[in-house]
């Protein structure tokens, strides 16, 4: 078995045991996309060392929760990675976000952010992938009862610290095996678990993350571009 896909499937097995009574529902994409999420660790994690590992938070609800890939917008993981397999349905799920697979018309502006940049920069999936390796730290889906995403440090500490455990050791795993120079996280969250896992010896930068939340996310490609080359990477 490949090494990722192990260190997916460890990980996937460790959070299902887990449980979050202050949290309506939880999807696990690890479990009903698991077909898709691993044939994108297969294609796109085989190449290894890697000059960059990017790591995101955890999936949003139009995003890797229906495709099983980080950042995993339907339209550009089929069309630009190439990826479309089958997806099931969680065991419980809410009305208001509801689990179609790559059936499922909403757009995840995160993901057409990332993955557009990613195309307009490098121009295929190949040549991206020959450098730089995108993975989530976290691939588990929070929903309070309103069916609104909850992130995962807004969890109450007693339900935060397994999961973080067992995030940051896959982590640590998944950077072993990808032997990055750069670690770049996207987002806040996203530096503090990485520095948490990897320590101080781990050379670790940080980009805005692509979130429409973000005013400043609204000409995201043009200032990564900038905050990539700060770090030393050449986005091209």
């Known amino acids: 078995m490949d090494a990722l896909v192990a260190i997916s499937r460890e990980l996937c097995e460790q959070v299902e045991e887990l449980r979050f009574p202050s949290i309506h529902l939880v999807y696990n994409p690890l479990v009903y ?19 960059v590992l990017m790591v995101g938070m ?16 339907v339209a550009m993981v089929r069309d630009f990675l190439g990826i479309a397999g089958r997806v099931g349905k969680p065991p419980v799920e ?27 920069r490098f121009g295929t999936a190949e040549h991206f992938f020959e450098r730089v390796y995108v993975a989530n730290w976290c691939p588990l889906v929070f929903m309070n009862e309103s069916g609104a995403n909850i992130p995962p440090d807004k969890l109450p500490a007693v339900e935060c610290k397994p999961l973080f455990r067992a995030c940051n ?8 095996v990808m032997q990055p120079s750069l670690v770049v996280a996207i987002g806040a969250f996203a530096e503090k678990r990485a520095r948490e896992a990897l320590g101080d010896d781990a050379q670790i930068g940080r980009i805005l993350h692509p979130s429409p ?11 990564v571009d900038a905050q990539l080359r700060a770090l030393g990477f050449e986005p091209a």
């Not at 050791?169 to 072993?176: K, L």
Request: charged share 25%; proline share 10%; hydrophobic share 40%.
């Open 33 to 51: 996309a698991r077909a898709p999420h691993e044939e994108y660790l297969e294609r796109f994690g085989a190449k290894r060392p890697r000059e």
């Open 58 to 73: 955890n999936p949003g609800p139009f995003g890797m929760a229906q495709t099983g890939v980080p950042f995993g917008d």
């Open 94 to 120: 809410h009305p208001r976000r509801p689990i179609a697979g790559f059936d499922c018309h909403r757009s995840e502006v995160s993901g057409t952010r990332f993955w557009g940049w990613a195309r307009d």
């Open 169 to 176: 050791a896959a982590f640590v795993r998944v950077a072993e």
């Open 213 to 223: 939340a973000s005013p400043a996310a609204n000409n995201w490609a043009a200032v």
